[in-house]
């Protein structure tokens, strides 16, 4: 199986910067996929970046500009940085893998716990 560490969340100010970071360990033969979700109090889980095995990013259009999404393979790590951070950017923040595990033959989803990102007006 995969678990997934995240670290870097808290609270800034409005306009302030934070990075994110979520580091994959267990059985992984394969990652292909890793990505930041988020989710405010009342509202759906949104997709906020993801990277691919080979370096290909998307981005929500809320954060374009401002969040870069990296990634260090040899790591199985993930990085958020987030600039130009706004109120509207609170939430509890998910790292997602999509990877192969010794036994499985297909892909997975696994999650990491979240990290509270809080920024003040």
């Known amino acids: 199986q995969v678990q997934l560490a995240e670290s870097g969340g808290g609270l800034v100010q409005a306009g302030g910067s934070l990075r994110l970071s979520c580091a994959a360990s267990?059985?992984?033969?394969?990652?292909?996929?890793m990505g930041w979700y988020r989710q405010a109090p009342g509202k759906q889980r949104e997709l906020v970046a993801g990277?691919?095995?080979?370096?290909?990013?998307h981005y929500a259009d809320s954060v374009k500009g401002r969040f870069t999404i990296s990634r260090d393979n040899a790591k199985n790590t993930v990085y958020l940085q987030m600039n130009s951070l706004k109120p509207e950017d609170t939430a509890v923040y998910y790292c997602?893998?999509?990877?192969?595990?010794?036994?499985?033959?297909?892909?997975?989803?696994?999650w990491g716990q979240g990290t509270q990102v809080t920024v003040s007006p």
């Open positions: 990277i691919t095995s080979g370096g290909a990013t």
């Open positions: 267990g059985s992984i033969l394969e990652i292909i996929y």
């Open positions: 997602n893998t999509r990877a192969v595990v010794a036994g499985s033959r297909f892909p997975s989803d696994y």
